[in-house]
């Protein structure tokens, strides 16, 4: 018997989608050739992080829904597969410069409170220890910002989607409807269909080092993340590299580690256990690019979630499942494929 759905691409996007579809009582098949994670879902920092609350659009409101629904999302994926997810809303603390900061980021509190629905606190807080040095002696803390696992996070989904029936392997049929969920490389086939480019593969590297911080709130310090998770371990991301051409790791990921341990300084003596480099997607829009593939009845689109995968994934997967299951397009403005023409 043929699916009802067909997903290509066994990443974030790709997994999640195929899990809310399972649920709804859709057969699902997952086709990969070359494994789950095998892109840049398979990397290492996880940080879960909101956009800020002032200047609201449908993306930040989108998000804003997305990381709410998180919590419950992978609890439900955690039951039903029996596999920890490596989530938890332990929240990020970010040093304030000056006065000037100071006054924005209380005034941002304001827009929280109004834009967050009461579910989750931006505030103006003294530093704790666990805290980058912060000129001002405060800090905004929010309660928003969660932490995944993304490896463990896939397997998670992976054992779900298959404990509800679904299949996961390296090829499906055609026929089906069909989600193409494919990263940098579907990316680059959806531009050359298209004639004209809607996206590319951004580089970014990343490392995890041995500290265990265990529920920490994350760090976010001049754009650098840092990431403790459950198991022990400091996630420190990422580069972002446009002109790059290769995967190869190199001295920019070794600048991480001086900036981490600048801004922590316990981390300067903690091991390093892991490099990662990757193509990550990015649209042309910097949205998500979700909706029907022009030109092509029946073949869809999610990819695009350049930074935010994770953190968009429950109301990407929940959209396009309504779409393709339903034929009810809750897609917003700015998100679909067109968008990025």
Do not use: C
């Not at 069909?178 to 680059?188: P, V």
């Amino acid at each position: 018997m043929l699916p009802d759905l067909v997903i290509h691409g066994a990443g974030i996007f790709g997994l999640s989608i195929a899990w809310d579809a399972v649920r709804r009582g859709a057969r699902v098949q997952v086709a990969d050739p070359h494994g789950i994670g095998a892109g840049a879902s398979g990397g290492v920092v996880g940080a879960l992080a909101p956009h800020v609350p002032e200047q609201w659009n449908a993306k930040k409101a989108f998000q804003l829904d997305s990381l709410l629904m998180g919590q419950d999302f992978w609890a439900g994926v955690e039951a039903a597969g029996g596999v920890p997810s490596g989530y938890g809303r332990t929240g990020r603390l970010q040093p304030l410069a000056d006065a000037a900061a100071v006054d924005l980021a209380r005034a941002r509190a304001e827009g929280a409170d109004h834009l967050w629905q009461g579910r989750a606190a931006w505030r103006v807080v003294e530093a704790p220890d666990w805290a980058p040095p912060s000129p001002t002696g405060l800090v905004i803390e929010d309660t928003l910002t969660a932490r995944i696992a993304p490896r463990r996070a896939l397997a998670a989904l992976a054992a779900a989607i298959r404990a509800k029936g679904g299949v996961i392997g390296a090829d499906a049929p055609s026929g089906p409807p069909a989600i193409w969920a494919t990263g940098a490389a579907g990316l680059a086939a959806l531009s050359d269909d298209l004639g004209r480019k809607v996206g590319t593969g951004i580089k970014g590297q990343a490392l995890v080092m041995r500290f265990d911080a265990a529920d920490l709130p994350q760090l976010f310090v001049d754009g650098l993340h840092i990431i403790p998770h459950a198991d022990g371990t400091v996630a420190i991301g990422s580069t972002t590299e446009n002109e790059a051409t290769d995967l190869a790791i190199d001295a920019q990921v070794e600048a991480l580690r001086d900036r981490a341990a600048a801004a922590v300084p316990a981390l300067a003596a903690a091991p390093v256990i892991e490099r990662w480099a990757g193509y990550r997607p990015r649209a042309r829009s910097r949205a998500p690019m979700l909706g029907a593939w022009p030109g092509h009845v029946g073949r869809f689109v999610a990819n695009g979630g350049f930074k935010i995968g994770f953190g968009m994934a429950p109301r990407v997967a929940q959209v396009m499942a309504d779409l393709v299951l339903e034929g009810r397009d809750t897609i917003p403005d700015g998100f679909r494929v067109e968008d990025s023409l």
